[in-house]
């Protein structure tokens, strides 16, 4: 097509949605599915098979502040020698796409979105050398990824007929409550197409869970006076029922 | 495997299995009905191997010795076996290790090392102990074999005859410095805090064999104190640390005085001695397991807290 004619059609944009923005995390919560869908508005494409738009997602956890440790054998003992603290980690991060996130756009627009594990901009408080710093950033990386708290999956998008795409992710039980920002970019060629679509999710505590935890924290003293009463009881209790003896 | 019904402890911070915490105290319930012991040795490191951060099973293990004394001492009492006058003596020391241990547990944690502190500590105790009670227990036994019963001698000066403050104890027939027994108190309250164990295996020793305590009144009276010492320590914890997790403590608890009546029973028809020799032998392998994990490189050698945590 000519550059005039490319320049007179309408601008792409992503119009999506995700399953759920409210997420009540009880005592028995095991996880939670949360499901992304959208299309490409005045899709380019042409063909059904080959699309020529990425689309990328991202939902990432409350910011947290950690220290990192990283222990060293000093005199046959593997003990905490070296630390480290971060004031903007994601306490969970997930990147979802349709293809390995260094192929679809050049590294520079990646940092610019912090868009992938290796864009994240983790700074240190302290800053000692870059490849010491660099070291806790990876460790950080890997250590939230055995957790579970950590995902990339550059196959978690999969598109459907010529604009439709999908993908889906499972928050783990042990996600961290709070208000959690989720991201889809529109990719072509390498190119951020227009505006990405930015909506939350929260993630509250409820009932009972959320109970004992204010309890904990908002009267420590008599949540430990409750603990032992209740100890005392059980221990009493179970006297009582068996005393046949 | 069987059904996996997920409970979010909400200070511990981690998902577990419901029965297999459940069973875990029902399991450390029986031995402590068993040899007649508090069981925080057994639960506080089972904790940590299953993951349960350092100090919420430190804290938690302490919840877990409360309910565990009850019903022993409740028996003990009963039978007038409780030298209240001591026990009182010994608990005063005890609250004031037990703050002590608990404000170290919080400084260690800004430090970094609380981990290592705590299986340091169990380590060496527990190492300790377990190597002097099977001496103790083999010697008994062989003794036993050969006819003979051993009792610790009563009479006979000792050099805390020297010390000030006497005090006469009635139930125990003595009339001596009340300095020991708080000594003995505020150990057994520091490792309390910092271990979660109820410190039986110190306070019993120590009354037998350097106060001259008779028997009988030992175990009542030690039961007495580390019901209160426990109960302070865990209060403390939870107060100072927030590491108590009530959820973790109470599935412990309901599975840990179930476990503990059939441990009772089952110790019935076991020898003293044979029952001491096992107790050593796990304990030697809890602090064998617990020296592997300081010694061993860990396959990841960083670690993530919360800040200055």
């Known amino acids: 097509m000519p550059a005039a004619q490319i320049a007179q059609l309408p601008p792409e944009a992503i119009e999506a949605d995700i399953s759920t923005r409210d997420v009540p995390v009880g005592g028995n919560f095991a996880g939670t599915r949360i499901v992304v869908f959208g299309a490409v508005q005045n899709s380019r494409q042409t063909t059904d098979d080959e699309s020529p738009y990425d689309v990328a997602v991202v939902i990432a956890g409350p910011a947290q502040q950690l220290t990192a440790r990283l222990k060293a054998d000093v005199a046959g003992l593997w003990i905490n020698t070296g630390a480290l603290n971060f004031n903007n980690v994601p306490s969970y991060y997930s990147v979802l796409a349709n293809r390995p996130i260094k192929d679809i756009a050049p590294k520079p627009i990646l940092a610019q979105l912090a868009l992938g594990f290796d864009n994240l901009s983790l700074a240190p408080d302290t800053s000692p050398d870059a490849r010491e710093t660099g070291d806790y950033r990876k460790a950080i990386v890997r250590v939230k990824t055995q957790q579970g708290l950590y995902r990339e999956d550059p196959q978690g998008i999969a598109f459907i007929g ?9 928050l783990p039980a042990n996600v961290p409550v709070g208000e959690f920002n989720a991201w889809i970019y529109l990719f072509r060629n390498g190119e951020l197409i227009g505006e990405p679509y930015k909506t939350v999710i929260d993630l509250r505590r409820e009932g009972f869970e959320r109970a004992i935890y204010e309890f904990a924290f908002v009267y420590p003293f008599w949540y430990g ?15 009582l029922i068996f005393r046949r003896n | 495997m069987g059904s996996f019904i997920p409970i979010y402890l ?4 981690i998902s577990v299995d419901l029965l297999l915490i459940v069973a875990i105290g029902a399991a450390v319930g029986f031995l402590s009905g068993l040899f007649g012991v508090g069981g925080g040795f057994l639960i506080t490191p089972l904790l940590i191997f299953l993951g349960i951060p350092t100090t919420v099973a430190v804290a938690t293990g302490a919840n877990q010795v409360v309910a565990s004394s009850v019903s022993g001492a409740l028996a003990q009492w009963r039978r007038g076996n409780v030298d209240f006058k001591l026990g009182i003596v010994m608990l005063v020391g005890g609250f004031l290790g037990s703050t002590i241990g608990v404000f170290v547990v919080a400084w260690l944690k800004k430090k970094g090392q609380v981990d290592l502190f705590i299986s340091l500590t169990y380590v060496m105790m527990l190492g300790i102990i377990g190597s002097l009670m099977l001496v103790e227990s083999l010697n008994a036994i062989r003794k036993s074999r050969g006819g003979a019963t051993s009792a610790p001698k009563r009479k006979g000066h000792s050099w805390l005859d020297g010390l000030p403050f006497k005090q006469r104890f009635q139930r125990s027939k003595l009339y001596v410095s009340a300095i020991p027994p708080v000594a003995i108190g505020v150990f057994v309250g520091f490792l309390s805090a910092i271990m979660g164990v109820g410190g039986g295996f110190v306070i019993v020793p120590a009354l037998i064999y350097l106060m001259r305590v008779p028997t009988s009144v030992v175990i009542g009276t ?15 914890q939870a107060w100072q640390n927030q590491s108590v997790d009530a959820v973790l403590a109470i599935l412990l608890v309901i599975g840990g005085v179930v476990g503990a009546q059939f441990g009772v029973r089952v110790g019935q028809n076991l020898k003293g001695e044979q029952l001491r020799a096992l107790l050593a032998a796990l304990v030697l392998a809890v602090a064998i397991r617990l020296a592997f994990g300081l010694i061993l490189k860990p396959s990841e050698l960083y670690s993530l807290t919360p800040l200055g945590g």
């Open chain 1, 162 to 170: 010529r604009s439709l795409f999908r993908g889906s992710v499972d």
């Open chain 1, 225 to 239: 006076v409750l603990s032992v009463g209740l100890a005392l009881l059980s221990g009493f209790i179970a006297t």
């Open chain 2, 10 to 13: 909400p200070i511990a911070q």
């Open chain 2, 222 to 236: 030690s039961l007495f104190q580390t019901i209160f010492v426990a109960g302070y320590t865990t209060v403390m």
